[in-house]
């Protein structure tokens, strides 16, 4: 069994920063594809990033590339989300997911096992 807790939402102006994290717990965190997606009310989930279990591979969605960026910490069982220069459209509920399935970081959500419960990031424009 894992267990995902992410932190780090809120509110912040339009063009601020936000860094969520994601703690994971239960499971051999350091062999595992790491993912962050997120999801409007009446919308399907849509990916933002992923992390390979070293870090030498990331995949971005496009809008959110030069923008954002993933890393993780196996020592602390964690993985980042560094968001700058915000926008109003990225106003939803943030998840963090993990998957270990092939080793190479997807933006298919039915390639993670495990999901956060979330955490809501609010952007005024």
């Known amino acids: 069994q894992v267990r995902l807790e992410e932190s780090g939402g809120g509110f912040v102006q339009a063009g601020g920063s936000l860094r969520l994290s994601c703690a994971a717990s239960?499971?051999?965190?350091?062999?595992?594809?790491m993912g962050w997606f997120r999801q409007a009310p009446g919308k399907e989930r849509e990916f933002v990033a992923a992390?390979?279990?070293?870090?030498?591979?990331?995949l971005y969605t496009d809008s959110v590339k030069g923008r954002f960026t993933i890393s993780r910490d196996n020592a602390k069982s964690t993985v980042y989300l560094q968001m700058n220069s915000l926008k109003a459209e990225a106003t939803t509920v943030y998840y963090c997911?993990?998957?270990w399935g092939s080793g190479v970081p997807s933006a298919r959500t039915d390639e993670y096992m495990y999901w956060g419960q979330g955490t809501q990031v609010a952007v005024s424009s």
């Open positions: 992390i390979n279990w070293n870090g030498g591979d990331k």
């Open positions: 997911a993990a998957s």
């Open positions: 239960g499971q051999n965190f350091i062999t595992n594809v």
